[in-house]
């Protein structure tokens, strides 16, 4: 078998071509994972669906497919992916965001792969600076959960076969779709998912395919670096489910000064030193909290940034 029906379908031409049905996508994905399409053809078909522009069922195609050959994931209260790749980004200060939430008494899956080289890497060197532990398998992140309230799943870990298809972009010069479905795996298949993305219009792609999914709680935002990081200073507007709908919120500005999320700054120990108070930054916490305070929301929290304040205020030092 090879995948050159579904090749030809999205590259027939102007009038004739067309983008995939749910079950076509899900065929196309399975055979490719299965071995049976032609590395040519595999390039072919995710760089014309890029061309066109991915619709909520190929996504949810796709990713449905990815699912059925994970191995059994701890199920967590709230997934949250972190799969940017951007060139410059500042402190990955969303993972004390996440750590903050797991202290709600919520358990937390992060999952992710922010390679190439970027400087994504300083989200997976920040993770022991953020009190997070990085774990070698699902059983691991099962333990890690338990006990911590919080564990991430490297994607070499957890898809090895998503993951050699991402790294197809050093091969195409260009992102896929694949880089959507990573975010929208959900390995443990949490019933809330928050989500970040880089170009705004990807916001109602991904909850319109985790409503086809069948997720019931999900808040998809532009981020910082592409990641679920709220800037404080700014208003931001939300895409996502609540109860399986589609739902969609506005969030007014939660501080008063105007700093980038992106300052320069690199040095990974100012996340500890945050969480411990020995850093005293405002624009640090007030983006921890209002991340927080969204991530809750998320889960049903009623006064989510009053109940972010105070987890910050009672946090185990």
């Not at 980004?89 to 993972?95: A, E, I, S, T, Y």
């Not at 970027?118 to 774990?135: F, N, T």
Request: hydrophobic residues 40%; proline residues 6%; negative net charge.
């Amino acid at each position: 078998m090879s995948i050159a029906e579904f090749v030809r379908i999205l590259g027939r031409g102007p009038g004739r071509s067309r983008s995939l049905t749910y079950d076509e996508a899900h065929e196309a994905m399975a055979r490719v994972l299965r071995g049976e399409a032609a590395p040519e053809s595999t390039g072919a078909m995710l760089m014309l669906m890029r061309m066109k522009g991915e619709v909520p069922e190929e996504i949810a195609g796709f990713t449905r497919a990815l699912r059925d050959t994970l191995v059994t994931v701890p199920t967590p209260d709230l997934d949250w992916p972190s799969y940017a790749a951007g060139r410059t980004r500042g402190l990955p200060w969303f993972l004390l965001s996440a750590r903050l939430v797991a202290q709600g008494g919520y358990k937390v899956l992060m999952h992710g792969w922010n390679g190439l080289g970027e400087s994504g890497h300083l989200v997976r060197e920040g993770l022991s600076y953020a009190g997070i532990m990085s774990c070698d398998g699902p059983d691991h992140a099962r333990e890690v959960m338990a006990t911590e309230g919080i564990a991430y799943l490297p994607l070499e870990n957890v898809s090895p076969e998503l993951l050699h298809l991402l790294q197809l972009r050093a091969v195409f010069g260009l992102r896929s779709c694949l880089n959507t479905v990573a975010r929208m795996l959900n390995p443990g298949g949490a019933e809330a998912s928050v989500q970040g993305v880089f170009h705004p219009p990807y916001r109602e792609l991904q909850a319109d395919a985790s409503a086809l999914l069948g997720l019931k709680s999900l808040s998809v935002i532009k981020g910082g670096g592409g990641e679920f990081e709220r800037n404080p200073s700014k208003d931001i507007q939300v895409f996502g489910l609540r109860a399986g709908a589609r739902w969609d919120g506005f969030v007014p500005p939660a501080h008063e000064d105007t700093r980038r999320l992106n300052d320069g700054e690199t040095d990974l120990s100012r996340l500890s030193a945050l969480w411990d108070g020995t850093l005293d930054d405002p624009f640090a916490e007030a983006i921890v909290l209002a991340t927080a305070a969204l991530a809750l929301d998320t889960l049903g929290e009623p006064a989510a940034e009053e109940r972010a304040a105070t987890l910050w205020r009672e946090r185990a030092r």
